[in-house]
């Protein structure tokens, strides 16, 4: 096999016609590259090795080749917090910058938010991260690798009998909340969730990955043929004047463009509802009578409705409704026939909770600038 003198190639996050090609780059012959694809795939994803060595069925003259031609690096965990209730927060680091990722245990569950961007461009009011400019997206390796390094951190991979194994319920849904509007990287996001949903990698089933918008409607379609993960709206509104000023991205594409692309969404039926998001803002969106406009605003459309209560953050411009009134509205709404979970605050204490997320990405930056600067003076 020939030598390089390149820097190792990473492998997490390429799909499988990219790693076969990388296998072949580096000297495999073309013959054994199927095969040898096929049990790096099986180490990488299914059993989550970190080490080429670790991969027992592989000729040593190919761990050698693979430990020399190429990378299992993830993002780097810079900080993690655990909440008082279970929650953890990661901020993790890649390529110099930084995003979060959340693992949220329940009694029936365990649900990984993960970040698809480093900041957003959309400017949503309620929203910590929307206080963060736009640094880059993330690539395909940076989002699948957000579920590995939650998995090395719970112990959540078969066979795992470490420190952390057993110590919160096993990941069972992934949804892609976090920072970043999803459908503005869309190549990386569906790269990343073809692996992750993978029967023969990570194995989530496309219904316990969820895609969550704000509504960039020309993409939804695209979203539902190719992607065809379960999808959630961040609706939060039911007229466009206050859907403006909350989710400005309205103003492109108001909320009876955004209906009509749910109604038409590839694969939606009752068993595979669409999720609206909708958060409780007191004297904004919270009146019982917005209640009875958002059930017949998606009426026809197989949903549920997620309610969740304001999480407040430093300089943030609202107010969690009282839950007397979200009780009341959440009443309304299941009495239409939708079902309307009150989505139990999580991570508060950590400001791991739904719009808290936000990196010192930009601040770092910045810093790396000057430093960059300061350096170019010296040498002068």
Not at 3 to 24: C, D, F, N, Q, R
Not at 276 to 288: P, T
Request: aromatic share 6%; proline share 5%.
């Amino acid at each position: 096999m020939s030598a390089m003198t390149t820097a190792p190639i990473p492998l997490i996050g390429l799909i499988p016609a990219e790693l076969k090609s990388a296998l072949i780059a580096s000297g495999v012959p073309e013959k054994a590259a199927p095969m040898r694809m096929r049990q790096l795939w099986n180490w990488i994803y299914v059993h989550g090795t970190r080490d080429f060595a670790g991969m027992t069925n592989l000729a040593k003259d190919f761990r050698a080749h693979a430990e020399e031609h190429f990378s299992l690096a993830l993002p780097e965990i810079v900080t993690e917090q655990v909440s008082t209730d279970g929650t953890r927060k990661w901020l993790l680091k890649s390529g110099g910058q930084e995003f979060e990722t959340v693992f949220i245990p329940e009694t029936e569950r365990g649900t990984l938010c993960i970040s698809s961007q480093v900041g957003c461009t959309l400017n949503c009011r309620f929203c910590h991260t929307g206080t963060q400019k736009l640094v880059r997206n993330l690539t395909a390796a940076e989002i699948v690798g957000q579920v590995m390094v939650a998995r090395d951190r719970i112990g959540d991979w078969p066979g795992d009998t470490g420190k952390n194994a057993g110590e919160s319920r096993r990941i069972t849904n992934v949804v892609l909340m976090g920072m970043g509007e999803p459908l503005y990287n869309f190549d990386n996001v569906k790269a990343a969730v073809s692996i992750i949903a993978d029967g023969d990698a990570l194995a989530f089933s496309k219904r316990r990955v969820t895609l969550s918008t704000s509504g960039v409607v020309p993409m939804i379609q695209r979203a539902g043929a190719e992607i065809a993960s379960s999808l959630a709206i961040s609706l939060h509104a039911v007229r466009d004047g206050i859907r403006d000023v909350l989710v400005p991205i309205n103003k492109k594409y108001p909320i009876a463009e955004l209906l009509e692309a749910c109604r038409t969404y590839p694969g939606v039926t009752n068993a595979r509802r669409i999720t609206f998001e909708y958060v409780m803002l007191k004297g904004v969106n919270y009146s019982l009578a917005e209640a009875r406009e958002l059930v017949q605003i998606i009426k026809g459309i197989p949903a549920k409705i997620n309610l969740i209560p304001f999480n407040a953050w430093p300089g943030s411009p609202y107010e969690c409704s009282e839950w007397e009134q979200i009780e009341k509205f959440a009443e309304i709404v299941n009495r239409a026939g939708y079902a309307s979970p009150v989505r139990t605050p999580r991570g508060r204490d950590i400001m791991a909770a739904c719009g808290q997320l936000k990196s010192e990405s930009l601040k770092a930056r910045a810093s790396d600038r000057y430093a960059e600067m300061a350096s170019a003076q010296v040498g002068k």
